[in-house]
Nanobody, 123 residues
Framework: VQLQASGGGVVQAGGSLRLSCAASGRSLSMYTVGWFRQAPGKEREFVAAINWSGGATAYGDSLKDRFTVSRDNAENTAYLQMNTLKPEDTAVYYC?????????????????WGPGTLVTVSS
């Protein structure tokens, strides 16, 4: 499966963005989808994950109140809705996929990665 994240951009603090992860090559419904981000000078960190049906989700620490992960298997696309954005949310955001059924938080467990999309939150 090939993944392509989009929807990044520049937004003011307090604003919202919705990232999309479009899959091609295979049906996204076969995969657990994860989102990770990497801020300048920092390690990549787990943001969110959603299981194949959309019935189960997981979030990184203190993100659940502002971020929502979802998917539309008919559109072969997953989404990350980000609200009340803060300057510390500035990062390159990546979508990933794995055939494993668990909602994994470790980037090493994901097999497929798309190029990231840059989110910049200005203060």
């Amino acid at each position: 499966v090939q993944l392509q994240a989009s929807g990044g951009g520049v937004v003011q603090a307090g604003g919202s963005l919705r990232l999309s992860c479009a899959a091609s090559g295979r049906s996204l419904s076969m995969y657990t989808v994860g989102w990770f981000r990497q801020a300048p000078g920092k390690e990549r960190e787990f943001v969110a994950a959603i299981n194949w049906s959309g019935g189960a989700t997981a979030y990184g620490d203190s993100l659940k109140d502002r971020f929502t992960v979802s998917r539309d298997n008919a559109e072969n696309t997953a989404y990350l809705q980000m609200n009340t954005l803060k300057p510390e949310d500035t990062a390159v955001y990546y979508c990933t996929a794995t055939r494993e059924l668990l909602l994994l938080r470790s980037e090493g467990r994901y097999d497929y990665w798309g190029p990231g999309t840059l989110v910049t939150v200005s203060s």
